[in-house]
Nanobody, 118 residues
């Protein structure tokens, strides 16, 4: 069973930074496109950033220039560095893995809460 475990969430003041991590197990990590999604109460789950198996990164417009997604295939881990955080970034952040050769094969983590508040 593939496992994705997120960590690094918490409470931070506006303008602050957090670094989320997602560790994958029981998976050939390098064969997966990895993404971070977020979901705030009452909202749909939103794609925040993706890093492909080729190490190409894409972002939703609202986080461009503030968030950076990266991966370390030697540690089976994907990261989301979040800077200049805003209250509207508050959400549960989920890690997602999609198998590059069959995008319908995907896995989710359980999420980590990020709260941006003074």
């Amino acid at each position: 069973q593939v496992q994705l475990v997120e960590s690094g969430g918490g409470l931070v003041q506006p303008g602050g930074s957090l670094r989320l991590s997602c560790a994958a197990s029981r998976v050939t990590f390098s064969m997966y496109h990895m993404s971070w999604y977020r979901q705030a109460p009452g909202n749909q789950r939103e794609l925040v950033a993706t890093i492909s198996k080729y190490n190409t990164a894409t972002y939703v417009d609202s986080v461009k220039g503030r968030f950076t997604i990266s991966r370390d295939n030697t540690k089976n881990t994907v990261y989301l560095q979040m800077n200049s955080l805003k209250p509207e970034d508050s959400a549960v952040y989920y890690c997602n893995a999609k198998y590059a050769q069959n995008l319908s094969t995907e896995y989710w983590g359980r999420g980590t809460q990020v709260t941006v508040s003074s």
